[in-house]
């Protein structure tokens, strides 16, 4: 068997090791078997919540006289037989912290989305309105009534700008989770789709990089009211209309 950094060790080896790791495994791991590659093992947990601690190597690994290193030039066979219960020992937790930034990355969102999909939905339904009235603009029937519907359209432009400032309180919660667990091997959409919440592949959720929300939804939409409002001051409007 090959471990990390071209340690090479036998059966008996093996054996040897495990005997010794024993009083230093966590109470999580579950299996342990040949890594499929023939490189190193592959090791298997209970399920993390997110909410244990980081998994790190025991400070009695470190106390424990039969995993101390030695020198080789004192002992070649237990320099090796250390050396390679420490890199066996660090590949182990290594890989419960992979499995772990990812739980608590899920449960980091659970604690931060709360009503979040409520208010997409709400922003949703403003920006629909938002779409008609702006659209209505374009018909023959809105020259004839044409304050009327420009008040309609800056009434549903202030609905939906309301609404993106709502769902923002919550996006910028998550961007910064987003942020805060960068290094967890999984994307933004499958993270929330894990914590529950697959329709937040449609969510606008702006960035939270260096602890600061930027790119909310409500840019992106002062953004288009900022495009119709210099549309709407192009067209010619019927002598008399204002907005």
């Known amino acids: 068997m090959t471990l990390g950094r071209a340690v090479t060790i036998t059966p008996d080896n093996f054996r040897q090791i495990w005997e010794r790791l024993t009083p230093h495994l966590p109470p999580?791991?579950?299996?342990?078997?040949?890594?499929?590659?023939?490189?190193?093992?592959?090791?298997?947990?209970?399920?993390?919540?997110?909410?244990?601690?980081?998994?790190?190597?025991?400070?009695s690994?470190?106390?424990?006289?039969?995993?101390?290193?030695?020198?080789?030039?004192?002992?070649?066979?237990?320099?090796?037989?250390?050396?390679?219960?420490?890199?066996?020992?660090?590949?182990?937790?290594?890989a419960a912290r992979k499995q772990w930034k990812i739980a608590a990355y899920?449960?980091?969102?659970?604690?931060?989305?709360?009503?979040?999909?409520?208010?997409?939905?709400?922003?949703?339904?403003?920006?629909?309105?938002?779409?008609?009235?702006?659209?209505?603009?374009?018909?023959?029937?809105a020259s004839r009534e044409w304050p009327s519907a420009i008040s309609r359209l800056i009434?549903?432009?202030?609905?939906?700008?309301t609404a993106a400032e709502a769902f923002d309180q919550r996006a910028a919660d998550i961007a910064a989770v987003h942020e805060q667990h960068l290094y967890?091997?999984?994307?933004?959409?499958?993270a929330l789709t894990e914590a529950g919440y697959p329709q937040a592949k449609d969510w606008h959720i702006g960035d939270g990089f260096g602890g600061y929300?930027?790119?909310?939804?409500?840019?992106r939409v002062r953004d288009l009211i900022e495009q119709q409002a210099a549309h709407v001051a192009k067209v010619d409007r019927p002598s008399g209309a204002a907005c």
Do not use: I
């Open 155 to 161: 009434d549903a432009q202030e609905h939906t700008l």
């Open 28 to 59: 999580y791991l579950r299996t342990v078997e040949n890594d499929p590659s023939g490189w190193g093992l592959r090791f298997t947990f209970a399920e993390f919540t997110g909410r244990e601690e980081e998994p790190a190597k025991p400070a």
């Open 184 to 190: 967890a091997d999984l994307g933004h959409v499958a």
């Open 61 to 94: 690994f470190y106390d424990d006289p039969r995993l101390r290193l030695v020198r080789e030039s004192e002992d070649p066979a237990e320099y090796r037989l250390r050396r390679a219960a420490g890199q066996m020992l660090s590949d182990l937790y290594d």
């Open 106 to 141: 899920v449960a980091a969102l659970r604690d931060v989305v709360h009503n979040a999909p409520a208010r997409w939905a709400a922003y949703e339904r403003a920006a629909t309105v938002l779409e008609s009235a702006y659209s209505y603009l374009r018909t023959p029937q």
């Open 213 to 219: 929300f930027t790119g909310g939804l409500q840019d």
